[in-house]
């Protein structure tokens, strides 16, 4: 997984000429999806470890809540500490905090245990996406660079799909401990891997850190309505998959019936529409145009969003229920949230690290929220998990209309 030298510039760069390994494909493509793998295997372990370790529903809620803070956190920290310590050392540091949370949480004794060191787990874990986009952007040109970020996110797409199934085939073998084990196990094999095969980067004149620097970066980002334009879609949309995410084990388990592998096999039929989306938006947008794009997404967030409430409220308690409507969701959100993305970073090319950071921190902070209101609010049905991911879809659709059609440039 080494770079090889050769293709190296005189400055660390790589050669534009030259294509990514398929080893560092792999790689990144696995640093890239630590986040979403840290939260999809670890979903089918909650009904389980609440019961082990008394714990109610909202502490098992809890845990949830503590890494999406630990994500925010890590997102917006470790971008700035890269660019002045460098990359390898700082990703180092955070699969290391990564593999060592891990171990703690397989003895936790209690939920509370379990709660603090997940968000440790969650800012280790959250090093491997920030640094892996940094070093695309350090080695290779932009059409490169898009070429390996395409197959990056190929690799990233198939964890929210395979995640609960190991996790729960896991738990039926050991326990829910065995998560925890395999979290460990995952953090050793790519400190190794990062540790023999992945270089330094970092550019050698070294970046500020300087506080007021960062503030003031971000606060004209976000007093500017072209990104705000972008952000309020993409973010009402983030909102809607975390709140599905964070509560569907609870929901699928406590009140459908199913079973841990039950509920793993649902959601990974709804994260099939994430890779659907995904495909099918990648070949769609170079005819539509970013601005349709986003508008066919919101549309559909808001016909799905509203079919998912009604069939609740109408007293449907079945998975084919939650599992449709959050399939067609999903993929709506495919359609929104990267072409937003691309929207709000166009203006910004001096900001991009900046705008970036926002992107990425914004939802996690916010969904740490979501997810500690949506334990206290779980009342033995899917209702209060459903009609939140409406809500969200419906302000989805009323930003596009009131924000991003008017102020962001197509």
């Known amino acids: 997984m080494s770079v090889p030298p050769a293709t190296l510039s005189p400055h660390g760069s790589r050669d534009p000429a030259a294509a ?36 109610g529903s909202g502490a098992a809620q809890l845990t949830i809540t503590t890494y999406l803070l630990g994500l925010a956190a890590g997102l917006f920290v470790w971008g700035p500490v890269s660019d002045r310590y460098g990359r390898k050392p700082v990703l180092v540091f955070g699969l290391a905090l990564f593999f060592a949370s891990s171990l703690a949480c397989s003895m936790a004794q209690s939920m509370q245990e379990v709660a603090i060191w997940r968000m440790a787990q969650g800012i280790g874990m959250s090093s491997g996406p920030v640094i892996a986009r940094s070093v695309v952007r350090d080695l290779y040109a932009r059409e490169q660079a898009a070429q390996l970020l395409g197959r990056m996110t190929a690799v990233f797409g198939l964890i929210p799909v395979f995640g609960p199934l190991v996790g729960a085939q896991t738990i039926a ?17 790519l400190l190794v891997a990062v540790v023999v095969g992945l270089p330094e980067t970092a550019p050698a004149e070294l970046g500020s850190m300087a506080p007021g ?43 459908l019936g199913l079973t841990p592998t039950q509920f793993s096999l649902m959601f990974a039929t709804v994260m099939l529409g994430q890779l659907s989306g995904g495909y099918a938006g990648s070949r769609l947008v170079g005819r539509k145009g970013i601005g349709a794009m986003v508008r066919m997404g919101v549309t559909l967030t808001l016909v799905c969003g509203l079919l998912l409430a009604a069939l609740a409220l109408a007293g449907v308690a079945h998975w084919a229920a939650v599992c449709l409507p959050m399939l067609g969701f999903v993929l709506s959100c495919a359609f929104v949230v990267p072409n937003a993305t691309a929207a709000a970073l166009a203006p910004f090319p001096k900001m991009a690290g900046a705008a970036s950071s926002l992107l990425g921190m914004l939802p996690f902070a916010l969904g740490a929220l979501v997810s500690a209101a949506l334990g206290a609010a779980f009342d033995g049905s899917a209702v209060p998990m459903v009609c939140t991911v409406a809500l969200f879809g419906a302000l989805a659709f009323a930003a596009e209309r009131l924000l991003f059609r008017k102020f962001t440039l197509m």
């Open 213 to 255: 620097r960062l503030a003031a970066n971000f606060a004209l980002l976000l007093g500017d309505r072209r990104f705000v334009a972008a952000l309020a879609p993409m973010l009402s949309a983030q909102m809607a998959i975390i709140a599905f995410v964070s509560s569907s084990s609870l929901v699928a388990v406590d009140a």
């Open 20 to 55: 990514a390994p398929l080893g560092l494909t792999l790689l990144l493509g696995l640093l890239v999806g630590l986040s979403a793998f840290g939260m999809d295997m670890y979903l089918p372990t909650l009904p389980g470890m609440a019961r082990d370790l008394a714990a």
């Open 173 to 189: 073998w050991q326990g829910w401990p065995a998560v925890f084990w395999v979290f460990t196990a995952t953090a050793a094999a």
